[in-house]
């Protein structure tokens, strides 16, 4: 019997998602998230090559993140932030309020006027909208559905809930023939609930959907990167920057916000370099 090497048992390991599944373990997923966020080829080769040798049979996913990124932030702060974005989303709660004000600015960096925590009557009862946009007479209207937990899904229950709103507020403040009601989340959405919103109109923005569209791929090309995902800041600091209703890298370009959190001038230093990296397009 050929005995397999080394490399191919590690290849067979299965790691644990979130969720409790079982994936095997895959060299090559691994290395497309390093490029993905800038890092270079010998970088993801290193990287690579250390986990190798740290997978193990049911490994957290969790963990495994967390090594790569502590290698990454060893090299270069701004690829540790970037390759954070899907938790530094999660990190904006545990209220919905900065999510809302990151799908804001999203739709505002398209030339859109947008307004936050809007009330409208509908044929039969009220409705508080977290994102309104327009734009040439053109109107959005935004449900965000926040998830502090990363194995969270919206489903098509609220897929169904979101439409039923749309439907009230027809022919009053939504034009049907001219105006889009969106469902946002910042996790992803069941199978069902993409068929269903799909199938009715309803637009569906997620972390990867829709493909090449979702949040993960809209935010770096906009530069619109949560402040959680900065490394060169503390958790306490990010809280109070949040409690403030600040949310976004870009609002601390300037250093004031940084400074009245008491940080001296070589640590605001340090926090705007990596503000300014991230800008860098990968």
């Not at 397999?4 to 079982?22: C, D, F, N, W, Y």
């Not at 027809?170 to 034009?175: A, E, F």
Request: hydrophobic share 35%; charged share 25%; aromatic share 6%.
């Amino acid at each position: 019997m050929t005995q397999r090497s080394s490399h191919s048992k590690k290849s067979q390991l299965s790691i644990e998602k979130v969720s409790g599944e079982a994936e095997v373990f895959s060299e090559y997923k691994l290395g497309e998230s390093l490029r993905q966020v800038g890092a270079s080829p010998e970088l993801v080769d290193r990287v690579v090559d250390c986990l190798r040798g740290e997978v193990y049979e049911g490994m957290p996913t969790s963990r495994l993140y967390q090594r790569a990124f502590q290698l990454l932030r060893k090299e270069k702060h701004a690829l540790a932030a970037r390759y954070s974005l899907k938790r530094a989303i999660q990190n904006l709660g545990p209220t919905g309020f900065p999510f809302e004000r990151l799908i804001g600015a999203l739709l505002e960096s398209r030339g859109y006027r947008i307004k936050i925590d809007q009330t409208f009557k509908g044929k039969h009862v009220s409705h508080e909208v977290d994102v309104v946009a327009e734009i040439k007479g053109h109107k959005v209207f935004v449900e965000c559905k926040y998830h502090n937990r990363p194995g969270n899904k919206s489903d098509v229950k609220v897929a169904l809930y979101v439409h039923a709103r749309s439907l009230d507020l027809q022919g009053l403040v939504m034009d049907p023939e001219t105006d889009q009601f969106w469902l946002a989340t910042n996790t992803k959405f069941t199978g069902d609930a993409i068929k269903y919103g799909t199938g009715v109109g309803l637009q569906l923005l997620a972390w990867d959907y829709p493909p090449k569209q979702g949040l993960k791929d809209l935010i770096p090309l906009s530069g619109l990167h949560p402040l959680t995902c900065l490394t060169t800041l503390k958790k306490e600091l990010k809280r109070k920057l949040l409690d403030k209703k600040i949310v976004l890298c870009r609002e601390l370009s300037n250093g004031h916000h940084l400074s009245s959190l008491g940080l001296n001038q070589p640590q605001i230093r340090k926090v705007l370099n990596e503000i300014n990296e991230l800008r860098v397009s990968v």
